[in-house]
């Protein structure tokens, strides 16, 4: 095991809500620290190159237009095994796959607001750190 960090999104549907709180404390219950965090509104350009991976996706425009539609809050959470373990406590992409307790099983609206990001490998997570993050912000 080693400790990792990964780089988490609360989405426009949960801040809407009002869900911020009761997200960040199933990450803390999970044994995840919040080690940086902003709340921020992306502009569209901003979440194309976020999500740039999904570029040719036929979601592609429904993704960025939700990501921008009202704030997020970006994070970095650290931990033992952080990046699978967030993965673990959010849940499958799709709510109606996720397993019971998990945030996406609570909260996700559709598959398409779904609540929560989460980075899927090391090399992802780095990236999108730096995206949101200067070293100065990440205060463990
Ligand atoms: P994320 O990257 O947001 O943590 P994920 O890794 O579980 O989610 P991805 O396959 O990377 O899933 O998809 C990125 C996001 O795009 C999903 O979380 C969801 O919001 C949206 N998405 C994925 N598939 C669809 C789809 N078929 N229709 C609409 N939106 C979708
Ligand atoms: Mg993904």
Known sequence: ??????????????????????????????????????????????????YAVHKERPFFDELTTFMTSE??????????DAILKNREVMGATNPAEAADGTIRK????????????????????AVEIAYFFSGLELVG
Not at 71 to 80: S, T
């Open 1 to 50: 095991m080693a400790t990792e960090r990964t780089l988490s999104i609360i989405k426009p549907d949960a801040t809407k809500r009002n869900l911020t709180g009761i997200i960040n404390s199933k990450f803390e219950a999970a044994g995840l620290r919040i080690v940086a965090q902003k709340r921020i509104q992306m502009t569209k350009a901003q979440a194309g190159v976020f």
């Open 71 to 80: 704030p997020v809050v970006v994070q970095v959470l650290e931990g033992e």
């Open 106 to 125: 609570e909260f996700a609206l559709s598959l398409g607001e779904n609540s929560v990001h989460g980075s899927d490998a090391p090399e992802t997570a």
